[in-house]
């Protein structure tokens, strides 16, 4: 295992490690030896996990060894719990959080920390429902589970919970758990075996751990963060996957509490009055008081009453009030900082009946909302004073009637406490004394706005570069459609039909282009489903619709608005991209969704991302109008003289464009998700142009990203990027560091889409029916299905040769990439195609614009002006057309000239003019057969040179064939 010298550290790593990976490591050093915060970018596919576990692992092993058994017997510490918690489990060394959103994205890091050599003392954290086995109480859910568990816990005798009780007796005869690193299954998995409950275990060994796994909320709430059992002291605190974090500590911070949760409240508080007095007439039990359940029913009836009178001149403004004017309300109610514990005691003791009440019934154990509210009250008076109330906005917002309200003339209104600083929670945790906070991500950009908003100053920043070469990534912004149209969905143009149109048929070209997976974002769901009705509806010239069109290249897949659909809709997507009688499948979806968010569309399941404009909140949403109201009014408070200071906040403008731009960058992460993958992104957004929002993409992308001005060179482009990546990427070597990162597995990759398939047909986005020879006819070919050339690949002549497309051989030098005029796409079918293409000769035949009409013209290298050098290549040309022994005349001759064309792009100068030298040797039998084999064999023998060598087959006489086959064996062997 490759060990490396960081700042001063030695960190093992288990694999070599790439430049970007000892950048991150570095800026992770640096950040704990500094004792400041960092915010830490590092895409998708670069180890980043990885390298921050074994960073901050090797830095805290520097300071001394981890908690084992073995250490401690070693140093000869305490084993006193007491000492350990108040040391944070190393003898005063400081403790390690990591948190992630999920546990799944835990249990992915688990699997990293099993890869490195460091074994420190570890745990992760989870609720009762997630570790309870107690099958007496782990079908309850919510509160009700939690106080079945403590009452279990709690009760003597044969009620007690065994679970619990095996706890001690475990722990004292299995000291070294915790050791290797396990996860919640696991603990589990040792639940049911061995008898000890999961989450006691967890309490109990989180009192002496080096490092702690959870998810965000046991770090951003309160009420969770208050039990963590560690010394606060120099600790370190990373958040992982940190890309949303600012929104999630606000919404920790914030509540809404509709009318229907305020009427379920009346009613729960009238149950317990009756509970309460039939237990004190039955069984003589006064330890509940009906009253206060009474005295609870009547401040609900009031505050009900005192929401409903609110002024609401306007249904779309609603009525907002400053924070602190929440104490205001709930005074009038007689409910202060002092009358508030007591209440909240009433609360939670009516809690505890109700569901006392529900288990003996066994009725269904939905939540409670007297519960809801309780923690409604704990967050507005968790401070003496009240002082995080001037970062709150009261907000009443007046919902749309249902039937039920309308007979009984009920107004439903929305009471609202909204948190717009989401720094108070980080403020919080570093005021406790902790060391570093990492943020990190594949997506922080910008991180400016970040910082600002978690009010926190993070002195050591990175945006790491990716570990793939630049070429394979294809980054553009496609200004106009086929038609010319600009592509452009602000508020003004997306309900126009033509825009619809327009990237209707974009999206169509780019299905035909793009192999297998396609995932197609929008800025909202409106958007979304108004563009696909569009397509279903409209036709054009009386020929199939758009959708239609689209779904003839693939099978489509819309994101849900129902998240309990979502699932389904994945299986649905997984299953069509297996399907082979298409060419992939494509997935609509919207930014900020589930399929922008931390989904993983590796290799064939997302080849390109198309980003269908700017994902802007609703500007008139009250939510997002109190915010940039908010960070303005914060913006002139700090202003002196009328000049910002430095260290400004943000303006609500400037918070609204990046929150735009972060849910992009959340989008296109999507694309690229390891080494060896290779994609798409296609801005269809003439706004991406501007500078301003393309400084906002992650930082990796920026370089690579292309402003197109005509949509010809956008087709010519992504088809040139496609043929190039899959003809190589079924050849490359792929290392046990790339396999591990980025979740790659090519066993699971099905053959049908592996990347080696020819590019298919492309027909002109706006024409609907495909010739017969657009239908693809798949050929296996050793587990691996590929599609036969045939002239449907864009077709790359000259202005002057604009004949029929038989009646003049495509010279290779027609073929070279490098651009001198800018291209045209002539399209056939639109209403226009006469005044598009009145410029090109009145001969010119119509077969010439099989695919979308490209006209280019090429530049010929120096080195290869040579007229002898080129009248060779000519000949081989007509030679190996003539070999092959398959296809029309149109698709001998693509093949040829398309071999050649990659054969020149793969080989060097003089390899090449080597190539040419053996086939016009062989032409003029100047040389035998098998020897031009066996020199091409050499020639071609490589990883990205394999696609060449097998072409070249087709061009061999079939009764040789064989004899090649054995010229390859030899050669491997």
């Known amino acids: 295992m490759p060990t490396y010298k960081i700042r001063g550290i030695d960190v093992d790593f288990p694999f070599e490690a790439y430049d970007c990976q000892i950048l991150y490591m570095e800026k992770v050093i640096q950040s704990l030896q500094n004792k400041c915060h960092a915010l830490l ?45 108040q040391s944070g489990g190393g003898g005063g060394l400081p403790a390690i959080v990591y948190t992630s959103r999920t546990h799944s994205q835990l249990r992915q890091v688990i699997k990293e920390l099993r890869r490195s050599s460091y074994r420190p003392k570890m745990v992760v954290l989870g609720s009762r429902e997630q570790m309870c086995v107690n099958e007496e109480v782990r079908s309850l859910r919510g509160k009700a589970l939690a106080n079945a568990c403590q009452y279990l816990c709690r009760k003597r005798g044969n009620r007690q919970c065994e679970h619990f009780n095996r706890v001690p007796d475990y722990l004292k005869h299995n000291s070294h758990l915790g050791e290797e690193p396990i996860d919640i299954e696991d603990l589990i998995n040792i639940g049911k075996e061995s008898g000890p409950c999961p989450y006691y275990v967890t ?10 796994f959870a998810p965000y909320n046991y770090l951003i709430d309160h009420g969770y963060r208050k039990y963590l059992k560690i010394n606060w002291n120099n600790s370190i605190l990373i958040f992982d996957e940190a890309h949303n974090l600012e929104s999630l500590c606000a919404d920790a911070a914030s509540f809404d509490f509709p009318s229907a949760h305020l009427s379920a409240c009346i009613s729960e508080a009238q149950e317990c009055v009756e509970l309460a007095a039939a237990r004190r007439d039955s069984y003589n039990d006064v330890s509940v008081k009906p009253e206060n359940f009474a005295i609870l029913k009547g401040i609900f009836l009031k505050l009900q009453e005192l929401i409903s009178k609110l002024p ?46 529900k288990q003996r019934k066994a009725k269904s154990n939905a939540g409670s909302r007297l519960e809801t509210f309780a923690e409604i009250l704990k967050l507005i008076f968790r401070a003496d004073g009240g002082d995080h109330a001037d970062f709150y906005r009261v907000h009443v917002q007046e919902l749309e009637p249902n039937a039920t309200d309308m007979v009984k003339g009920k107004v439903s209104r929305t009471f609202s406490w909204w948190c717009f600083n989401p720094g108070i929670a980080m403020q919080e945790m570093a005021n406790k004394g902790v060391g570093s906070i990492i943020l990190t991500s594949g997506t922080l950009s910008p991180m400016d706005s970040l910082a600002q908003e978690l009010k926190l100053d993070f002195p050591v920043r990175l945006e790491n570069p990716h570990v793939i070469s630049s070429n394979q990534l294809w980054a553009g912004v496609v200004r106009t459609g086929p038609s010319g149209c600009v592509l452009n969905s602000n508020y003004q143009n997306r309900d126009s039909l033509e825009y619809k149109q327009e990237l209707g048929n974009a999206i169509v070209n780019f299905a035909r282009i793009v ?15 108004k563009c696909i009705a569009c397509w279903k509806d409209t036709s054009h010239g009386n020929a199939m619709t758009i959708w239609e069109r689209i779904c003839i290249r693939k099978k489509p897949v819309i994101e849900p608005k129902d998240s309990s659909l979502f699932p389904s809709a994945m299986q649905d997507f997984v299953a069509k991209l297996r399907d082979t009688s298409t060419s992939g499948a494509i997935f609509f979806a919207v930014c900020r969704g589930k399929v922008s968010e931390g989904l993983d569309f590796t290799d064939h399941a997302g080849r390109a991302v198309v980003i269908t404009g700017l994902p802007y909140a609703r500007i008139i949403d009250p939510k997002v109008k109190l915010k940039r109201e908010f960070l303005d009014q914060q913006l002139q408070s700090q202003r002196v003289d009328g000049k910002a200071p430095k260290s400004s906040p943000l303006s609500g403008d400037l918070w609204y464009s990046q929150e735009a731009a972060r849910a992009v960058n959340q989008a296109i992460g999507r694309v690229i998700r390891h080494r060896h993958d290779y994609g798409a992104i296609i801005f269809c957004d003439a706004r991406f142009e501007h500078p301003s929002r393309q400084s906002q993409i992650s930082h990796w992308i920026r370089p690579m990203v292309k402003c197109y001005s005509r949509y010809g060179e956008v ?48 027909l002109p986005a706006n024409r609907a029916f495909p010739s017969q020879d657009d239908i693809p006819n798949t050929i296996k070919w050793k587990g691996l299905s590929i599609l036969p050339r045939t002239d449907k690949i864009p077709r790359v002549v000259e202005r002057k040769d604009m004949l029929s497309c038989c009646s003049k051989k495509t010279k290779l030098a027609e073929l070279y990439d490098e651009v001198e005029k800018p291209s045209e796409v002539i399209d056939l079918e639109s209403d226009n195609s006469q005044k598009r293409s009145s410029g090109a000769s009145n001969s010119s035949s119509s077969s010439c614009f099989n695919t979308v009409g490209l006209i280019r013209k090429r530049k010929v290298p120096d080195n290869l002006e040579d007229k002898s050098f080129r009248k060779n290549q000519e000949k081989l040309s007509c030679s190996l057309q003539k070999a092959n022994e398959t296809g029309t005349c149109d698709e001998k001759e693509a093949s040829a000239s398309a071999y050649l064309s990659q054969a020149q792009e793969k080989l060097d100068t003089a390899e090449y003019k080597k190539f040419i030298g053996y086939m016009q040797a062989l032409k003029n039998k100047e040389i035998k057969l098998v020897d031009v084999m066996q020199s091409v064999v050499q020639l071609f023998s490589g990883p990205d040179r394999y696609p060449l060598l097998m072409r070249f087959k087709d061009f061999v006489p079939v009764k040789y064939r064989s004899l090649y086959e054995q010229c390859i064996e030899q050669r491997k062997d």
């Open 715 to 762: 087709i010519s482009d992504l088809v040139q990027f496609f043929r190039s990546e899959r003809s190589s990427f079924p050849a490359m070597l792929v290392s046990e560091q790339d396999n591990s990162i980025g979740n790659v597995n090519v066993k699971e990759v099905s053959p049908a889409r592996t990347g080696f398939n020819r590019l298919e047909g492309l």
């Open 203 to 212: 309490r109990e060994l989180q009192k002496d751990v080096d490092i702690l």
């Open 515 to 529: 192999p297998d997976g396609l995932l197609v974002f929008f800025p909202s769901y409106y958007l979304m489903d």
């Open 312 to 357: 609401i001149k306007k249904r779309d403004e609603g009525f907002t009030k400053p924070g602190p004017y929440i104490y205001e309300m709930l005074e009038g109610l007689n409910i202060t900082h002092k009358t508030a514990p007591k209440l909240i005691a009433t609360l939670e003791e009516a809690v505890v009946l109700l569901e006392e009440e």
């Open 41 to 85: 970018e590092s895409p998708t596919g670069t180890g980043k996990t990885l390298c921050l576990l074994c960073a901050t692992l090797a830095w805290r092993k520097s300071l001394g060894s981890f908690s084992t058994v073995k250490n401690r017997k070693k140093n000869d510490w305490s084993d006193a719990d007491e000492q350990m918690s």
